[in-house]
T-cell receptor, first 114, second 112 residues
């Protein structure tokens, strides 16, 4: 399954670092998503982009900054993170940004904030 | 806030036993999707239900959507070790919401 790729797969960073997560979809989809998956919480939707426009921002702290330069690429820029931000960050894409559209997930980036 | 509730949170079964996970919403859902996440993997789409009372089958998996479209279930007959993983339901929650809200998932362990 290589429809949605994410890099890096693992990332360890200090609280003062700046890093970026990258997602690329090869499915010709128009919508892309960032989710956070922690051990004790359900999948949390962070951002949604449809045709490169952000259509949803679920009260995510400003230390997370998304960027969608085109419909195939999605970035999540990270700065001054907290240890509680350690989690699996999943990217997904779908044909459209509707609840009936199937979402295809990437393998995720396992982020550890020290 | 509004959410999708899933029970049980964990289930351990002997290989060959049946397994069921339930998904409940306080509001009517226009549709519901089910995903499976293997240990160390990412969620993978299984199925979508749209119609009231709908039942769909995939080999040993049976999915149901309640008549009121507020609950759903996934039943696995004669579990196998390959069924191990976390099963999530997801539906659009909130007025006018077109995004999916995921339940916490049911983690299935199968004892050989």
């Amino acid at each position: 399954e290589t429809g949605v790729t994410q890099t890096p797969r693992h990332l360890v960073m200090g609280m003062t670092n700046k890093k970026s997560l990258k997602c690329e979809q090869h499915l010709g989809h128009n919508a892309m998503y960032w989710y956070k998956q922690s051990a004790k919480k359900p999948l949390e939707l962070m951002f949604v982009y449809s045709l490169e426009e952000r259509v949803e921002n679920n009260s995510v702290p400003s230390r997370f900054s998304p960027e969608c330069p085109n419909s195939s690429h999605l970035f999540l820029h990270l700065h001054t993170l907290q240890p509680e931000d350690s989690a699996l960050y999943l990217c997904a894409s779908s044909q459209g940004a509707h609840s009936t559209d199937t979402q295809y997930f990437g393998p995720g980036t396992r982020l550890t904030v020290l | 806030g509004q959410q999708v509730m899933q029970i049980p949170q964990y289930q351990h079964v002997q290989e060959g036993e049946d397994f069921t996970t339930y998904c409940n919403s306080s509001t009517t859902l226009s549709n519901i999707q089910w995903y499976k996440q293997r240990p160390g993997g990412h969620p993978v789409f299984l199925i979508q239900l749209v119609k009231s009372g709908e039942v769909k089958k995939q080999k040993r998996l049976t999915f149901q959507f309640g008549e009121a479209k507020k609950n759903s279930s996934l039943h696995i007959t004669a579990t196998q070790t390959t069924d191990v993983g976390t099963y999530f339901c997801a539906g659009p929650i909130g007025a006018g919401s077109y995004q999916l809200t995921f339940g916490k998932g049911t983690k299935l362990s199968v004892i050989p």
